[in-house]
């Protein structure tokens, strides 16, 4: 059977709405992305936790023990891993399973963000997970929270952002959120930690972290969170966004 143009048209998936908020880890950018897909019943695309799992993953497979990473295979790897984004009726997040199994927290910490850093410089691990990541946008409006969101994997989103915030005042968070749970925390290591995964990420080849030429560029060094939203939303009620 031929299909007619107008039939084809038909068949093209409905598009549904994209804002994106990219820039380093530690700005706000979990938090407010959260909050908007709450409030307008979007799904929240983490897409940090998908480089987080290939990273585990490939440190798991002994392939980050050398100083040459070896971009095939962890392509391959990630090829291999059977990646599902599943809603949560309880906690109204959306899990991720591997293989069948929920990642949890275990990716979360400053070492598996490490090991993502790494694997996300090669163009063939970002390739392998692209796909994944537009494939959301199909299925209800999406909040995509990264690097390249806005930049490459949703370069015609609704609304585009790119929250910032200085070193110093992220790694002050972040030693105030370890304080908070009882846990030990060494202000110049987690400086410094931040200092290289930056420069990492925004100096690689592929996708660097930058924000995107139509972005919203917003610094939240001295914003609350509570501030951080309402300029956010503010810009997508301006790109006509609804809520
Ligand atoms: O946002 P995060 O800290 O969970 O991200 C972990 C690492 O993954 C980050 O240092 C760079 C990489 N990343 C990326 O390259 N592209 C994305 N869209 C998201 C994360």
Redesign the pocket.
Known sequence: MTLDTASKAQLTPPRYPVITI?GP?GAG?GTVAWRLAKELDYQLL???????IV?LKAFEAGLLATDKLDEDAIATLTEQLSINFEPNEATGNVDILIDGALIGRDIRNETV?GY??KV?VFPKV?QALLYLQQQMAEQSGVIA?????GTV?FPDADAKVYLTASGESRAQRRVAQLEQAGEAADYAAILATIQE?DI??ETRSA?P?KPAEDALVLDSSALTAEQVYHAIKAHCQAQGICF
Do not use: P, T
């Open positions: 990219d880890s950018k983490d897409s940090g936790a998908l480089y987080r990273g963000g993502a850093s996300a970002r929270d990264g690097r390249d969101m994997v995964r990492r990420d996708s972290s």
